[in-house]
């Protein structure tokens, strides 16, 4: 059981906005201004998204983006493309004993 | 161009060890945090361990005292040992620049098998 909590899977048609959630507790998320958002395609590695709550990568699109409320960070993709589908993870730091832990991972289907 | 290349996996049985290698290209692993992630099959993302820019290492408590985060300055390449592996620790390993506030850029894995 990871330790931050993501619905398993969203969906949403093209150019529909969908958001993705990531609960964690008030020892990760609601403490640390630390969260980052991995984009994951099928045998591929993981690709940053977001980090630091809120801020996007070069390269990345700006229909990407970052958001955090006590203990819940969310990722909200805007004008939904193909391409887009893909697995979402996020990660938090949790101090200096547990560091980093992230959530199960969010399937974006494109409808 | 930055990149970072996994090698060292296979299939091990139980107890055994194995050593991962991470080559880096396009920058210094010893002026970064480098990072192990790793991924259980069809499982989500793990954090293993991270290496500071300082020579500070920390590790998840599931692997503390089983494995070992080093680099080789001169070879620009980051090293995971993994003593009295278990099933599991059966996943794909990914390096990664990183570990004080994201991680980025990611290597393209290494599968370790640990299985009888």
């Known amino acids: 059981q990871s330790a931050l909590t993501q619905p398993a899977s969203v969906s949403g048609s093209p150019g529909q906005s969908i958001t993705i959630s990531c609960t964690g507790t008030s020892s990760d998320v609601g403490s640390y201004n630390l969260v980052s958002w991995y984009q994951q395609r099928p045998g591929k590695a993981p690709k940053l998204m977001i980090y630091?709550?809120?801020k996007r990568p070069s390269g990345v699109s700006n229909r990407f983006s970052g958001s955090k409320s006590g203990n819940t960070a969310s990722l909200t993709i805007s004008g939904l493309q193909a391409e887009d589908e893909a697995d979402y993870f996020c990660?938090?730091?949790?101090?200096?004993?547990?560091?980093?832990?992230f959530g199960g991972g969010t399937k974006l289907t494109v409808l | 161009e930055v990149q970072l290349v996994e090698s060292g996996g296979g299939l091990i049985q139980p107890g055994g060890s194995l050593r991962l290698s991470c080559a880096a290209s396009?920058?210094?692993?010893?002026?970064?945090?480098m990072s192990w992630v790793r991924q259980a099959p069809g499982k989500g993302l793990e954090w293993v361990s991270v290496?500071?820019?300082?020579?500070?290492?920390y590790y998840a408590d599931s692997v503390k005292g089983r494995f070992t985060i080093s680099r080789d300055n001169s070879k620009n390449t980051l090293f995971l040992q993994m003593d009295s592996l278990r099933a599991e620790d059966t996943a794909v390993y990914y390096c990664?620049?990183?570990?004080?506030?994201?991680?980025?850029?990611w290597g393209q894995g290494t599968l370790v098998t640990v299985s009888s």
């Open positions: 290496l500071s820019s300082g020579g500070s290492t």
């Open positions: 990660c938090s730091y949790a101090g200096s004993s547990t560091f980093w832990v």
């Open positions: 396009g920058f210094s692993v010893t002026n970064n945090y």
């Open positions: 630091e709550v809120t």
């Open positions: 990664a620049t990183g570990g004080s506030s994201w991680f980025d850029p």
